[in-house]
């Protein structure tokens, strides 16, 4: 098979990239800036005239993007022309009970509309987002500053979102589905920190922010206002309870129970020392 990844050298793209490699498919690897060298990856343009040749699609909005529809419009356009075998749309958890008019939803509708064998993913909060997003206030203060109150969230390991989408994409499976991703346990800030500092020997603690010093913060980092918007919406939803549910598909995808947050805490460890 020939996939087509959009975002292949992103947070989600890697370990998608990997999986596809590891299974011997031939991958076409969307990035404005090109790579690591690996076989079985070209690294083409993001004109969507380069998904020409590809068995399967995987699309998914960059980050910092509030108007997620009018990004990949074009390429669902060129899959309606192309008609691949496959097309797989990653979104959000959640994101079927927004609005119709709410892009990523958008996005789902028009490609469940359109006649290609599509199916979409929606991961819950990643748990990578606290090496990464959240990294600042824990190198800096052994912090993790985040809005969600005591409110619980079933994280997923990117890995497990790499590996269920190399899985639909190379399959016949879940046409037409909505798959909701989540990892095996519900956990609060406050045990994300005593999980952290377990697998780091540091004394991370969580601290409720309020708000608005939340969005005054995304501001500071130099994040567009429409996305300070969005980030915040989705931090009040999490707080609100709705990223909670925990489901078993990444079990029915990949026949094995998705990653931990504490095996997330020892592979990462050495992020959490820098």
Same mark, same amino acid.
């Not at 060298?37 to 020409?52: A, I, L």
């Not at 879940?174 to 346990?185: R, S």
């Not at 377990?198 to 010093?213: N, R, S």
């Given at each position: ?196 500092? *377990? =697998?780091?020997? @540091?004394?991370? /603690?969580?601290?409720? +922010?309020?708000?608005?010093?939340? !969005? ?18 989705? *931090? =009040?939803?999490? @707080?609100?309870? /709705?990223?909670?549910? +925990?489901?078993?598909?990444?079990? !029915? ?22």
């Amino acid at each position: 098979m020939k996939a087509y990844v959009f975002g292949a050298t992103g947070t989600v793209g890697q370990p998608l990239l990997q999986e596809l490699t590891d299974a011997g498919h031939q991958v076409l690897a969307v990035s404005r800036t090109g790579g690591e060298k690996k076989d079985g990856v070209e690294y083409v343009g993001t004109e969507p005239s380069n998904m020409q040749g590809a068995d399967a699609v995987f699309l998914l909005s960059p980050g910092g993007l509030a108007d997620q529809y009018s990004v990949l419009k074009p390429y669902l356009d060129q899959a309606r022309k192309q008609k691949p075998g496959r097309v797989v749309l990653m979104t959000a958890f959640g994101v079927d009970y927004a609005p119709a008019e709410v892009p990523l939803r958008k996005l789902e509708l028009e490609l469940l509309d359109s006649g290609l064998n599509a199916t979409i993913l929606r991961p819950n909060w990643f748990m990578q987002n606290f090496n990464s997003y959240w990294i600042q206030g824990i190198l800096a203060d052994q912090k993790i500053y985040f809005p969600g109150g005591d409110a619980k969230a079933a994280f997923i390991d990117v890995r497990d979102i790499g590996a269920c989408a190399a899985r639909v994409l190379a399959g016949s499976e879940f046409n037409g589905e909505g798959l909701a991703l989540t990892g095996p346990e519900s956990l609060d800030h406050n045990e994300v920190a005593t999980k952290l500092s *377990a =697998a780091t020997g @540091k004394e991370i /603690q969580y601290v409720d +922010v309020d708000p608005e010093d939340f !969005k005054t913060s995304l501001k500071q980092a130099g994040l567009p206002e429409d996305y300070i918007e969005v980030l915040s919406g989705i *931090a =009040a939803g999490l @707080k609100a309870g /709705q990223a909670a549910p +925990v489901t078993d598909t990444v079990q !029915k995808v990949l026949g094995r129970a998705p990653i931990s947050f504490d095996k997330y805490a020892r592979d990462y460890a050495a992020a959490y020392q820098q």
